[in-house]
């Protein structure tokens, strides 16, 4: 099974066509195991709780730069075995 993450920051209408299609087997072979958003409080992270979707959220200003975040998603993407 091919694990993915999917990043998003707004309503998560792809996200939710995404999980539809894994539901209905229109996608095999693979599960949503991360939804990264980079806006605490988007639709999506609503969205992602619905289906059961672990979430890494964060805020880019609540790092000193963008290697620092990047390195935490890096970490996250590793700690969910995608």
Known sequence: MMKLAVFASGSGSNFGAIMEAIR???IQGA????LVCDKPGAYVLERA???EV???VFSAKDYP???AFETEIL???DEAGV
Do not use: M
């Open 75 to 77: 970490r996250q993407l």
């Open 24 to 26: 209905d087997q229109r």
């Open 49 to 51: 709780a619905s289906y």
């Open 65 to 67: 730069n963008k290697v």
């Open 31 to 34: 599960e949503i195991v991360l």
């Open 54 to 56: 672990p979430t890494f």
